[in-house]
């Protein structure tokens, strides 16, 4: 696609529920990152995928989160056991392992809230 | 191991004023360098990069960064910010294609009239 697409915009969640948040990388992007960012903090890493090596999780704040890339392109961020601090905004990016720009272009972000 | 950090959270400056933001980094070998911009409500967007060449580097809308590498920082500056400019701000470092890139916590910059 054009862009980094994530889904949904929006998610309103009871806690202790479980969701799953979506993003689909720019087309032929190997690299995908997910990060958080909640309200008045900065980027906080969570997840790295890079191709076929093993996704770097040393940002995963608990073992109720979980991320997977599907043949290399969309992944799927899982947060079981919704807890109110869970409420944040959740970015993807991706970038080219291509030259040296690897400039990371920025999905929209998911707006998860935790009721 | 790489790491990024922006000295100051929060940078209020009035109108027409000058600005810098400041970012350092540690790394053992070459990295790549980067601000990206975020605007309220919107997401993160690039603003400008340093991949080698001239260590100035510029942005269509005023803002600069220089890279030193002796102090392994990557300032940015603007001579006379504009109420638009309010955002949050962070700078990014990278060894290049295939390594993670790292953010810093980010710098929110608070223009006032």
């Known amino acids: 696609g054009a862009g980094v697409s994530q889904s949904p915009s929006n998610k309103v969640t009871e806690k202790g529920k479980d969701v799953e948040l979506r993003c689909d990388p720019i087309?032929?992007?190997?690299?995908l990152y997910w990060y958080r960012q909640s309200l008045g903090q900065g980027l906080e890493f969570l997840i790295y995928f890079q191709g076929n090596s093993a996704p770097d999780k040393s940002g995963l704040p608990s073992d109720r989160f979980s991320a997977e890339r599907t043949g290399g392109s969309v992944s799927t961020l899982t947060i079981q056991r919704t807890q109110q601090e869970d409420s944040a905004v959740y970015l993807c990016?991706?970038?080219?392992?291509?030259?040296?720009?690897?400039?990371?272009?920025f999905g929209q972000g998911t707006r998860l809230t935790v009721v | 191991a790489q790491s990024v950090t922006q000295l100051d959270s929060q940078v209020p400056v009035f109108e027409e004023a000058p600005v810098e933001l400041r970012c350092n980094y540690s790394?053992?070998?070459?990295?790549?360098l980067f601000w990206y911009v975020q605007y309220p409500n919107q997401g993160l967007q690039l603003l400008l990069k340093y991949l080698s060449g001239s260590t100035l580097v510029e942005s269509i809308n005023g803002f600069e960064a220089e890279f030193n590498k002796s102090q392994t920082s990557f300032h940015l500056r603007k001579p006379s910010v504009h109420i638009s400019d309010t955002a949050e701000y962070f700078c990014a470092v990278s060894r290049g294609g295939g390594f993670k890139t790292i953010f810093g916590a980010g710098t929110r910059l608070f223009v006032k009239a």
């Open positions: 790394s053992s070998v070459s990295v790549y």
């Open positions: 990016a991706s970038s080219t392992r291509q030259g040296v720009s690897t400039e990371a272009f």
């Open positions: 087309s032929g992007h190997t690299a």
